[in-house]
Structure formats: C-alpha cells, structure tokens
C-alpha cells in the first residue's frame, strides 16, 4: 500500500494515518483501520476525518457510545459530511433522543436538501415525534430525489 511506505518515510503524519486507516477500512482490516485512525488522533486533534473515520468504524461495529464520542467531536469540528449527522442522530434515537435527533438534522437540512439516509431518516423521526406534517413533507422531498440510493443502516 503506496500510504504504508509513505507512512514509514513520515510516522508523524496525522494525514497518512487517517488515509491508511480508511484504506483499511475499505478493505475490511477492521484493526488496522482503528490503530492508524486512532494514531491520526492523537498526532492531531483538530481535524475532523479522522474523527468521522472512527465514528463510522465504530457504529458498524455498534460501538455506539464510542461512535457518538467521534461523531460529536467531528461535528464539533466542523465536519461537512450527512453521513456524520445521520448516524448520529441514529444514535440518539437509539437512546430514545428523537427530539433532539430531530432539531440536529433539521438544522442541517439545508447543507444536505438531496440526501436520501438524512431525508429517510427525518421521515422516521418526524414520525417518532408525531409530527404527521413534517413527516409527509420529508416524505415528498424524499420522493424528489434522484441521487444517493437508499442508504438503510440498522444500527
């Protein structure tokens, strides 16, 4: 792997841990992935890949406490990706959260207007909470869509 030389050249380079540690990740080395994710964090911490990188490993690992500790903190961050926000909100409303799940994605709805998990997502939320109107309107923005397939993650 062209970042593992690299990364031998360089071993304080928070970038290349965090691009070896998604490269493993892709490629399912589940351990590997967290030990170069977790090194990027400790070189640097204030980036937020890495962050989100560990966030995601950690909730399809359904670590979810430790994914919810990632997500906050790329989020605090300034994190820029809907896959962030949607598991997170996942995440609360695993612990029964659904209103404050609802307020943090509809915050962000007009950073990701297009995004079918972020539109599937406030559907199910809007219909948690009661809200039949919302949850029709998030419906017909979801019906709108033509990009991002379905994205059903069951945490």
């Known amino acids: 792997i062209l970042y593992a030389s690299d990364l031998k050249k360089d071993p304080q380079n928070f970038y290349l841990e965090n691009n070896l540690g998604a490269v493993l990740y892709e490629s399912n080395d589940k351990v590997g992935a967290e030990m ?9 911490q204030s980036w937020f890949p890495p962050f989100k ?4 490993l950690y909730f399809y690992k359904r670590e979810y406490e430790k994914a919810e500790r990632y997500y906050q903190k790329a989020m605090d ?26 307020v943090l994605l ?9 995004n079918r998990d972020f ?7 809007s ?10 309107y998030y419906g017909q923005l979801l019906l709108q869509t033509k990009n ?8």
Do not use: C
């Open 106 to 114: 509809t915050n962000y709805l007009n950073y990701f207007p297009d």
């Open 127 to 136: 219909n948690k909470l009661g809200l039949k109107d919302k949850e029709y």
């Open 77 to 102: 961050l300034g994190s820029y990706d809907s896959t962030v926000y949607t598991n997170y909100a996942k995440i609360l409303s695993l612990k029964k959260e659904y209103k404050l799940a609802y």
């Open 119 to 125: 539109l599937i997502t406030l559907v199910f939320l």
């Open 148 to 155: 991002n397939p379905p994205v059903f993650v069951t945490p």
């Open 53 to 56: 990188n560990l966030g995601h």
């Open 36 to 44: 170069h994710l977790l090194n990027s964090v400790r070189l640097y």
